[in-house]
């Protein structure tokens, strides 16, 4: 058994062990019928060592998530048909008649599809005279109804069909024809009932599976009136005339050549040649980096020793030049407090020559940053975006008229 293993990196760990799904990032043996993996989280992204059992690996729901195309073509393509042809009513308003060997007449169609279908309710009375294709129009709407996934079994009472209703048992399904090999529809032929015992049982079950179908049909009808009328108030909003409440002028910062101020704007070249050095410098020691950057999580890449199991959570930062300041947010240093056990910051300088990385930074959080506090809004009364405005001249002292 310790020769097989029965998971490999790469592949995705679910089931009750966790409360979330992990990543295999290693997987070694631990003896007999158990191994040691390590594990990192998908949506958490913090590492840890399980030691698992066979028995505990059986229990688990383990996804690859690499495709090895190894399927079959054919059920693939077998697969792809049936679902296109369980969602082609919503493009052809008449698919159960394309696919039906009839040939309805137009009272038929306007009864099937301009009055049953959009009516709320699936308990109809149809009637006509003799011969006026009821049996088309039943059929037709028991169609359109299964397609839409509206009905499951069609209720259909056939005299004489023993052993269909009994008291206490649920009723058993069959395929009946009777003269109608177009349709082919899964029916429930039900005996009438002979005591009352039998009788009053039927007409329970019966009321039952017509109130549960009624209310189904009835919900669905309004969620359609519901968007229906949405599509009809998006169809005409228009531009009204427009009411101007105050004018607003902008301009580049007044600083933003200052040296300052440059360093806010993101250089991605100098940003992707850190990046690079960084994780070359990693993957140099045998580690398995993973890029996280674009996760926001507060620190750009994780870096994992496959011997010891030990992950680092490294933040990466670039300078063009050979000097320079580096900036945190918010979030990197919060996550720098919390996890001073395994938080690195790399600091590449030079970028637009030479980079070179400098000696990592353990633990920066004990280091004493410099806190940078800015004006975060301006605030206004809303009476003075209505009212006129009014210019004047400033005074020439900035602190009014000089008077002492």
Not at 268 to 284: D, G, I, L, Q, S
Request: aromatic share 6%; glycine share 6%; charged share 25%.
């Amino acid at each position: 058994m310790d020769s097989v293993v029965p998971m490999r990196p790469g592949q995705i760990l679910q089931g009750s062990l966790f409360n979330e799904p992990m990543r295999v990032e290693t997987v070694r043996p631990a003896g007999a019928g158990t191994w040691v993996a390590g594990l990192v989280g998908t949506k958490s992204e913090r590492f840890r060592s399980v030691t698992l059992t066979f028995e505990q690996i059986q229990s688990l729901k383990i996804t690859s998530t690499i495709a090895s195309y190894d399927g079959d073509g054919r059920l693939l393509r077998l697969g792809l048909q049936a679902y296109a042809l369980g969602i082609a009513w919503k493009f052809d308003p008449y698919f159960g008649l394309s696919i039906s060997r009839v040939d309805p007449l137009p009272h038929q169609l306007s009864a099937v599809y301009d009055y049953l279908l959009k009516l709320p309710r699936v308990r109809f009375l149809l009637a006509d005279d003799a011969g006026a294709g009821k049996t088309i129009m039943a059929g037709l709407l028991i169609r359109e109804l299964k397609l839409r996934g509206l009905a499951g079994l069609t209720v259909k009472p056939v005299p004489g069909v023993p052993h269909c209703f009994e008291p206490g048992r649920t009723p058993t399904a069959l395929r009946h024809h009777e003269r109608e090999p177009n349709w082919k529809l899964p029916q429930l032929a039900a005996r009438y009932p002979r005591s009352s015992t039998d009788r009053e049982t039927a007409e329970r079950h019966n009321l039952e599976w017509v109130a549960q179908a009624e209310a189904r049909h009835s919900e669905l009808s309004v969620r359609r009136e519901r968007r229906r009328r949405e599509l009809e108030r998006q169809q005409t909003v228009s531009l009204q005339s427009v009411e101007r409440l105050t004018s607003v002028v902008v301009t580049p910062h007044p600083e933003r050549e200052a040296p300052d101020v440059r360093r806010l704007r993101p250089n991605y070249e100098t940003e992707a040649a850190a990046m690079r050095v960084a994780m070359e410098f990693e993957r140099a020691q045998g580690r398995v980096v993973t890029d996280v950057h674009d996760k926001n999580l507060g620190y750009d890449i994780t870096s994992l020793d496959v011997n010891s199991g030990e992950l680092r959570l490294i933040e990466i930062k670039g300078l063009g030049a050979a000097t320079g300041r580096i900036l945190l947010t918010p979030n990197e240093r919060r996550v720098a407090e919390d996890r001073r056990d395994c938080y690195l910051l790399y600091v590449v300088t030079n970028c637009d020559k030479q980079p070179q990385l400098q000696e990592p930074i353990k633990d920066p959080a004990r280091i004493p940053w410099h806190e940078v506090i800015k004006v975060q809004h301006y605030w206004l009364e809303v009476n003075a975006m209505t009212q006129p405005m009014k210019v004047s001249e400033p005074d020439s002292s900035p602190y009014g008229d000089g008077n002492s």
